[in-house]
């Protein structure tokens, strides 16, 4: 018998794949509220689920990456905006989102039977049935961003790599100030991408955090690991809601995901820093 979980992802009508909101932000590196802005300025109409629930599939993924890529990168305002993506989107979007099923659910059956896994191991493993799993990797039901991340982590992957489309441009290389700009949410911190992270198993990110800002809500991930380098400035880190570390220039701190961690700059002077992230 199939779990609510799986039920409610497994259709049969082409294996439509939805995300919700939080998925979504993840995915394109923002914060839930900022596609709710989005969604109030007319830029994009979410669709809802039967709870009344934002979801958003392949095609509104990339409708949102056009949003953020025309606003963080480009400077356009809401005007210039929905000019634009009243002109391309009807054109692009359907052909890319065949594109992003038949590369996500390849890709999956692809690291299983490269990696000599079976798919009672695997489902085993991620905490789902064998027969769901056979469904995602043919094409036949639809994933949440936590099975799909927990897969990824197995195969030791980045979330990212089953459904980012690749282009052509040279991504080694990222020079000073041409790393791609995130969203946090958070006031007074600014982060910036110093690798594509979509084959890569960790993130490398700079930090550059006011004073008296930072994350003051402790939280964590399923797995991986941290590692906090300063190049300025101090940086107090909280573990566990019961262990204050201070992290001054030239110093690191390296802990597991799954602890519970939060942090700011508790100095008189902007901090710098460098973050990596791992995923397994």
Same mark, same amino acid.
């Given at each position: ?28 590196? &923002? ?39 025309? #606003? ?17 989107? %009807? ?13 996500? +659910? ?11 896994? %079976? =798919?009672?191991?695997? #489902? ?12 995602? *990797? ?17 195969? !030791?992957?980045? %979330?990212?790599?089953?459904?980012? &489309? ?15 700009? =995130?969203?946090?949410?958070?006031? !007074? &911190? ?8 979509? *084959?890569? %198993? ?18 964590? +991930? ?6 906090? +380098?300063?190049? #300025?400035?101090?940086?107090? &880190? ?11 220039? !030239? ?5 597991? #995901? ?13 901090? *710098?820093? =460098? ?6």
């Amino acid at each position: 018998m199939l779990s609510e979980l799986e039920t409610q992802y497994n259709e049969q009508d082409g294996a439509k794949i939805v995300f919700n909101i939080s998925d979504v932000a993840k995915i394109i590196g &923002v914060v839930p509220a900022t596609i709710r802005n989005w969604e109030n300025a007319g830029l994009i109409a979410s669709k809802r689920n039967e709870s009344n629930y934002r979801v958003f599939d392949f095609n509104d993924i990339e409708i949102l990456r056009k949003i953020k890529e025309y #606003s963080s990168q480009k400077n356009m305002n809401i005007s210039m905006i929905k000019n634009l993506l009243s002109k391309d989107i %009807t054109v692009i979007f359907p052909e890319n989102e065949k594109y992003y099923k038949e590369f996500y +659910h390849a890709m999956l059956k692809s690291y299983r039977e490269d990696g000599g896994y %079976t =798919l009672e191991e695997v #489902s085993k493993a991620v905490g789902i049935s064998p027969s769901y799993l056979s469904r995602i *990797e043919n094409g036949k039901a639809g994933i949440t961003f936590e099975v799909l991340s927990k897969l990824a982590g197995y195969y !030791g992957e980045s %979330t990212v790599r089953f459904f980012d &489309v690749k282009d052509d441009e040279d991504r080694e290389l990222v020079k000073r100030g041409k790393g791609t700009e =995130l969203e946090t949410g958070l006031d !007074g &911190v600014t982060i910036q991408s110093l690798i594509d992270g979509r *084959e890569n %198993t960790f993130e490398a990110v700079r930090f550059v955090v006011k004073p008296g800002c930072g994350d003051f809500k402790a939280h964590s +991930h399923n797995s991986g690991e941290e590692f906090i +380098h300063v190049l #300025s400035g101090v940086l107090s &880190v909280m573990l566990d809601d019961s262990k204050e570390f201070i992290v001054k220039m !030239g110093d690191s701190i390296h802990f597991k #995901s799954a602890r519970y961690h939060k942090w700011h700059n508790p100095g008189k002077k902007s901090t *710098e820093l =460098l973050w990596v992230h791992s995923y397994i």
